[in-house]
T-cell receptor
């Protein structure tokens, strides 16, 4: 089935540890996005990538890093510099050249701090 | 940047009731999407509706772009409609979505 796969569903981070969240899509979409959701809040943009080997910071990029070595994959690393990482993380993608700008979302990863 | 406000923040309904959710945005948009977030967190696309009216079963949406608001109508609500409904917009193609804080809907039988 075509879609966006995020893994793992649940992740626990120890103090001072870096963790990486996976996002893979087989939709042949060019653009990919990472959002963070805190309880009772909307989603906020962390990073986005319009094409392979290129990405831009969003509104809350501090303490996070990304890479885009393959079109299908856009992993997010939550570094030890992110002091409040507990949140729900959602990955999205969009077809290149889609002037309607419709985005599709994965099922998310819940990150908690031990 | 563009602001997105949703109302009401919370809505409690009996099964079978109708409801209207509102989304106001502060600037012109090229994309407006309505999402339903289910209890497991999955965001489900409901409508792409930067202007006009669309219907899908018991759900319909209307966006009046000139007045910068959109409405989501849910008729004959069911318990499975419970969850959080988000409105999200972009100002131009290629940019990321800007989300409102959502409306939490609880439907009881």
């Amino acid at each position: 089935d075509g879609g966006i796969t995020q893994s793992p569903k649940y992740l626990f981070r120890k103090e001072g540890q870096n963790v990486t969240l996976s996002c893979e899509q087989n939709l042949n979409h060019d653009a990919m996005y990472w959002y963070r959701q805190d309880p009772g809040q909307g989603l906020r943009l962390i990073y986005y990538s319009q094409i392979v080997n290129d990405f831009q910071k969003g509104d809350i990029a501090e303490g996070y890093s990304v890479s885009r070595e393959k079109k299908e994959s856009f992993p997010l690393t939550v570094t030890s510099a992110q002091k409040n990482p507990t949140a729900f993380y959602l990955c999205a993608s969009r077809r290149g050249g889609d002037q309607r700008n419709i985005q599709y979302f994965g099922a998310g990863t819940r990150l908690s701090v031990l | 940047g563009i602001q997105v406000e949703q109302s009401p923040p919370d809505l409690i309904l009996q099964e079978g009731a109708n409801s209207t959710l509102r989304c106001n945005f502060s600037d012109s948009v090229n994309n407006l999407q309505w999402f339903h977030q289910n209890p497991w967190g999955q965001l489900i696309n409901l409508f792409y509706i930067p202007s006009g009216t669309k219907q899908n079963g018991r759900l319909s949406a209307t966006t009046v772009a000139t007045e910068r608001y959109s409405l989501l109508y849910i008729s004959s609500s069911q318990t499975t409609d419970s969850g959080v409904y988000f409105c999200a917009v972009t100002r131009q193609a290629g940019t990321a979505l800007i989300f409102g804080k959502g409306t939490t809907l609880s439907v009881s039988s």
